[in-house]
C-alpha cells in the first residue's frame, strides 16, 4: 500500500487538514496544527510558514512530507540547508526506530505519522479526492550565471574551498545530533551500512543497521566464532533467504550455520525483519548486490566486536603521532582494516567504496568523536585528511556542476576531494533551487 501512494495525495490530506483533532508526535510531544503552511509548488519543502504548538510552545517554520521517514534521506534533504527551517516530518508511516529525523544542520525535527491520525480510513480519502489533478513542479532547463560571468578562476575555487568547510561543519553537527538517540558505535555503524547500498540500496542497508543495531550485533558475540556467523546473522535479518542466489561463497556448510541461527534471529528481531520487497535487484551488478556486501563487510565487524566498532577505527590515525601527516596513508590503513581477514579476495570491498566510506562517514564521525573528548591533535589530522585526500568517483552531482563550471575550475585532474565536495554543496545550496542569482552574489561578495 505504502509504495502505491503519491506523495501529492498526501500533501492534499495535510492541506485539507484530514487529522485528528489530538495528535502527538513519534517522541511523545502533544501536537496542534494552527495553519497547515502554504502548499510549495516550488522547490523546497512541501509547505511554508506553518504554525504548530508542540507541547503548547509556538513553532513557525517548513513542513516536509514523505511516505517514510527514510525517503528524508533517499532524497538527500540531511545535506540540503534549504530544509533546515523544518519544524515537522510529516510521514504516512514510520520507522519504529527513528524519534526524530536530523537535518543538514543537525537540528533533530518532530516526527508526526499520518497513518495513526487520519480522520477517516485512507482508503476512504483516496475514494473521496484520488482523481484529484495535484500540482506538479515544473522542469526547466538553467543558465550557470558563474559560467558565463567575467569572474576569474580563482573566485569560483575560493568558493568552492568555503563550502567545503562548511558542508564538513554541517556533517559534523548531524552526525553531533543523532547521539542524542544513539552512540558513537550506532552512528559510525549506520554510515558504514548505508554506503554499502550505494543509490539502490542504501535505505535498505540503513533500516538493517537500524533493525540489527551494532548493540544488538554485539549481544550474539558470545555464539559468533568467525565471520560467517556474523555474515549468518545479518542475512537472516535481511529477510532474504540465502538459498535463493549462487555466489561461490554459499557452500552448504555456510547454508547449515545460516540455518543454525535462524530460529534465535527470528525470535529475538521478530517483526523487525526486512522483507525481500525492501531490496532492489534491478540492474543491481554481484559485486554490489546486498548478499556480497554482507559477506564483505563481515570479517571488519566481527573484528571490531572485542574493542568496538569506534575504537576500532580511531586506531586508524595512531600515525598523526609522526610529524607529518600522510592523508592517503590514513586513507589506505582504513581500507588494509576494511578487507583484513576477508575470506575470498574475490568478494571484498573494493578501494572506491572504501574511500567514499572513509571521506563521508569515518572522518566526520571519528572528527565528533576527538571534538567530544577534547583530542585537539587528533580534530587537527582529521581537518588536515580531509581537505588533502584525493576526489571520489565522480556522480550526475558532480558530473553536472563540472560540466557548467569547467572553464572556471580547470582541468579536471586538478579536482581533489574538497574541490569535488565543495561541488556537492554548491549543487545542494544553489544548483538544485535554482538559486542562480544567490549563487552570482555569494560569489561577487568574496
Known amino acids: 500500500m505504502i509504495q502505491k501512494i503519491a506523495e501529492n495525495f498526501l500533501y492534499h490530506i495535510w492541506d485539507e487538514q484530514h487529522i485528528k483533532k489530538m495528535l502527538f508526535t513519534v517522541d511523545g510531544r502533544e501536537l496542534k496544527v494552527l495553519f497547515q503552511g502554504k502548499w510549495n509548488t516550488d522547490a523546497g519543502p512541501d509547505f511554508r510558514n506553518a504554525i504548530v504548538l508542540l507541547d503548547y510552545e509556538k513553532y513557525q517554520g517548513d513542513i516536509e512530507i514523505h ?38 544542520s543537525g537540528k533533530k525535527i518532530p516526527i508526526l505519522i499520518l497513518k495513526d491520525n487520519l480522520d477517516e480510513s485512507i482508503e476512504k480519502l483516496w475514494k473521496k479526492y484520488g ?12 543558465t550557470c550565471l558563474p559560467a558565463e560571468s567575467n569572474l576569474i578562476n580563482k573566485d569560483v575555487l575560493n568558493m568552492l574551498k568555503d563550502l567545503v568547510k562548511k558542508r564538513f561543519e554541517r556533517k ?19 554510515g558504514i551500512f548505508e554506503a554499502l547500498g550505494y543509490s539502490k540500496n542504501k535505505m ?31 542475512t537472516l ?15 552448504e556448510s555456510i547454508l547449515a550455520r545460516v540455518e543454525s541461527f535462524r530460529e534465535l534471529i527470528e525470535t529475538q528481531l521478530k517483526e523487525s525483519i526486512l522483507i525481500k520487497g525492501d531490496w532492489n535487484f534491478f540492474r543491481v551488478r554481484p559485486q554490489n ?15 571490531t566486536i572485542e574493542t568496538s566498532l569506534i575504537n576500532r577505527v580511531i586506531s586508524i590515525f595512531s600515525i598523526a603521532e609522526r610529524s607529518e601527516i600522510k592523508p592517503n596513508t590514513i586513507q589506505d590503513n582504513f581500507f588494509s582494516l576494511l578487507i583484513q581477514n576477508i575470506i575470498n579476495e574475490k568478494y571484498k570491498i573494493g578501494k572506491l567504496r572504501s574511500n567514499d566510506i572513509f571521506a563521508n562517514t569515518v572522518l566526520p564521525v ?20 580531509y581537505l588533502s585526500l584525493k576526489k571520489l568517483s565522480d556522480n550526475y552531482i558532480t558530473k553536472f556542476v563540472y560540466a557548467h563550471l569547467k572553464n572556471k575550475i580547470g582541468n579536471k585532474r586538478k579536482v581533489n576531494l574538497s574541490i569535488q565536495q565543495g561541488m556537492l554543496q554548491l549543487y545542494y545550496k544553489f544548483c538544485c533551487h535554482r538559486e542562480c542569482k544567490n549563487c552570482i552574489r555569494n560569489l561577487t561578495q568574496k
Not at 552526525?175 to 544513539?182: C, M, P, T, V, Y
Not at 535479518?237 to 557452500?251: K, M, P, Q, T, V
Open 237 to 251: 535479518a535481511s529477510g532474504l533467504n540465502i538459498e535463493d542466489y549462487h555466489f561461490d561463497f554459499l557452500d
Open 204 to 234: 535498505p542497508f540503513l533500516k538493517l543497521s537500524k533493525t540489527l543495531s551494532y548493540k544488538k550485533l554485539e549481544g550474539f558475540s558470545s555464539l559468533c566464532i568467525s565471520p560467517i556467523d556474523i555474515f549468518s546473522i545479518l
Open 67 to 104: 511516505r517514510t521517514e527514510y525517503d528524508w534521506h533517499s532524497h538527500n534533504h540531511h545535506e540540503d540547508p534549504n530544509y533546515n527551517e523544518v519544524i515537522l516530518h510529516v510521514v504516512f508511516q514510520n520507522d519504529p526506530h527513528n524519534l526524530f529525523t536530523i537535518s543538514e
Open 289 to 303: 548486490h546486498p548478499i556480497c556486501r554482507m559477506w564483505q563487510i563481515s570479517p571488519f565487524l566481527f573484528s
Open 172 to 190: 559534523c553537527r548531524r552526525f553531533s545530533a543523532e547521539l542524542f538517540n544513539s552512540d558513537f558505535n550506532q552512528i559510525l555503524y549506520e
Open 366 to 385: 571519528c572528527f565528533v568523536y576527538a571534538e567530544t573528548l577534547n583530542y585537539e591533535k587528533l580534530k587537527k589530522t582529521i581537518q588536515g585528511t
Open 131 to 142: 482523481d484529484k489533478p495535484f500540482d506538479k513542479l515544473q522542469k526547466e532547463s538553467i
